[in-house]
């Protein structure tokens, strides 16, 4: 019948919020930066408790919080495996002929959910774009920037409007006025940046039609699989394409970054949402456990040589239920690459 019943669920939570909650939300989109330090110290701490006093620590000590607190969030097992390491940005490399004079130029926006659960993802993603010769301007200034989905899918529009408008505006600047293309790690991330214009004053929409928003499946689909020699191809991979794949239309490049890197990519028969949607396995875990039972089941019929998806979160909540380690599709390309 032609619902978007996402829109619909948003609609009823934006209509469901008190004007206290909608200020509160704006306060915190305000102050994201302090949310993003907060939840690192968070996850260190948890995964320091669990380190003195074994692994199901920090699972027992959470459940005990939310039995007094019921929106208080449930530790899962997949933070421990979250490390964080100090970036070295690579210096880009020197042309190796007069046609790469001008090297290609890309904004990377590591999402605000790669830069608070580990920063591997951003570490890998400079490895391809070095190994593609590329140069990639990471912005200085890029802590407290979000795309503005936390708020979004929760209803608090004036939140994610002032986000929204926020990270318009730096990029407009980053981009040099919309020049260079901006790549994003998180699929779902991209997905709402590029929903995001009716969001937008109209200043920031007529700059919004000036930029280019790439995912990291289009970033290593028409740019890095063309400049990358593949010299490791695996024998067989599967991949989880989140939901926002789907929206995008972005299953033919997956298949052809699967093609080139592996002679066998698999993507399950019965592969849907995972029902993770950024948190929920942080407060209900029997819905991502329900949502994620069919294709984890038959993923576990076979054995691979890496499982791969495109969201931080998506990743997290199939690692959990296959028993393996889902890992960033940009893992993927630098493995079989030189």
Sequence with gaps: VDINTGELVKRLRRENHSPTSQKNALRIAKNFHLIENMAIGGIKIGKAVNTLFGKKAMKTL????????S????????????????????????????SESHLTNFVYFPTCISR????????????????????????????????????????????YQFTANKTIESLWKWTKQGELPVVLDVTSCTHTLQQSKNYLTEENKVKFDKMKFLDSIDFIADYVLER????????????????????????????????????NAVIPQFAGCCGMAGDR???VPELTKSATKTEAAEVKLSDYQGYYSSA?????????????????ILNLIDEVSE
Aim: with cysteine; glycine share 6%; charged share 20%.
């Design 62 to 69: 959470t459940s005990s919080l939310r039995s007094i607190y």
């Design 71 to 98: 929106e208080f969030p449930l530790w899962n097992g997949q933070l421990d495996r979250v490390e964080y390491q100090k970036i070295k940005y690579p210096t880009p490399p020197a042309p190796q002929s007069n």
């Design 116 to 159: 608070m659960m580990g920063k591997d993802t951003l570490s890998t993603f400079l490895s391809v774009a070095h190994k593609a010769r590329f140069n990639i301007l990471i912005p200085n200034d890029i802590q407290g920037h979000c795309c503005g989905q936390a708020f979004s899918s929760k209803g608090f529009a004036e939140a």
């Design 228 to 263: 990358i020699p593949i010299q490791k191809q695996k024998e067989r991979i599967v991949f989880h394409p989140v939901c926002s794949v789907y929206k995008m239309n972005l299953m033919k490049k997956l298949e052809k970054i699967g093609n080139a890197c592996a002679k």
């Design 281 to 283: 396995s942080f407060f």
């Design 312 to 328: 931080k979160t998506c990743e997290m909540a199939m690692s959990e239920a296959v028993g393996k380690n889902y890992v960033s």
